[in-house]
């Protein structure tokens, strides 16, 4: 199943903005968008958004999505020490019947 | 407390079973889909299966089709996920994780390591 696509690595400066990208088709993020999750080393993932710019109560509002297109976006102003980690976007694929993930994006805060 | 705790990882040889419990509390489980989504050591994440929240539809990702059956118990607020005929490839920490649309993946346990080694 082919999945989204995500840089590897993205490196931005402390309280600089970072900008994620995540590609799919119209049958995913097209569709019905993504969700953006984040992963600390060693722990579970974390929801950041859903359906393009939702964010689950809890979440700092330095953390925005947005889709144009086949492709979403997530926003990361501000960035503090522990932003650092690795984000994944995922979509429900509706050609495959399936989700998908992103090869995931390992943010470096300098 | 809302929570989901994975048990039954293990070590196994290829060719073989393991059954994968996630048991849920603090919320109402039975108004949830749920997935499972795994991870490779340093890897990314994959999912793995989906089930509606009364059990009625399941989907599967093709690298598991026909190996892997995801099933839950709602008097028992736990899901499962049988894997069968395992692979070295299927080697990863298997997470549980809630699917209630559209805020799917919205809690997480924290993982149960299967090995699939000689």
């Known amino acids: 199943q082919a999945g989204l696509t995500q840089p590897p690595s993205v490196s931005k400066g402390l309280r600089q903005t970072a900008t994620l990208t995540c590609t799919g088709n119209?049958?995913?993020?097209?569709?019905?968008?993504a969700a953006w999750l984040q992963q600390h080393q060693g722990h579970p993932p974390k929801l950041l958004s859903y359906?393009?710019?939702n964010r689950p109560s809890g979440i700092s509002e330095r953390f925005s999505a947005s889709r144009s297109g086949n492709t979403a976006s997530l926003t990361i102003t501000g960035l503090l020490p522990e932003d650092e980690a690795d984000y994944y976007c995922?979509?429900?694929?509706?050609?495959?019947?399936?989700?998908?993930f992103g090869g995931g994006t390992k943010l470096t805060v300098l | 407390q809302v929570q989901l705790v994975e048990s039954g990882g293990g070590v196994v040889q290829p060719g073989g079973s393991l059954r994968l419990s996630c048991a849920a509390s603090?919320?109402?489980?039975?108004?949830?889909?749920m997935h499972w989504v795994r991870q490779a050591q340093g890897k990314g994440l994959e999912w793995v299966a989906i089930i509606w929240y009364d059990g009625s539809n399941k989907y599967y990702a093709d690298s598991v089709k026909g190996r892997f059956t995801i099933s839950r118990d709602n008097s028992k607020n736990t899901l499962y996920l049988q894997l069968n005929s395992l692979r070295a490839e299927d080697t990863a920490v298997y997470y549980c994780?809630?699917?209630?649309?559209?805020?799917?993946?919205?809690?997480w346990g924290q993982g149960t390591l299967v090995t699939v080694s000689s």
């Open positions: 603090g919320f109402s489980f039975s108004d949830y889909g």
């Open positions: 994780a809630t699917g209630a649309t559209p805020q799917n993946f919205d809690l």
């Open positions: 995922s979509a429900w694929d509706s050609s495959l019947s399936a989700w998908v």
């Open positions: 119209s049958n995913n993020v097209g569709d019905q968008g």
């Open positions: 359906r393009n710019n």
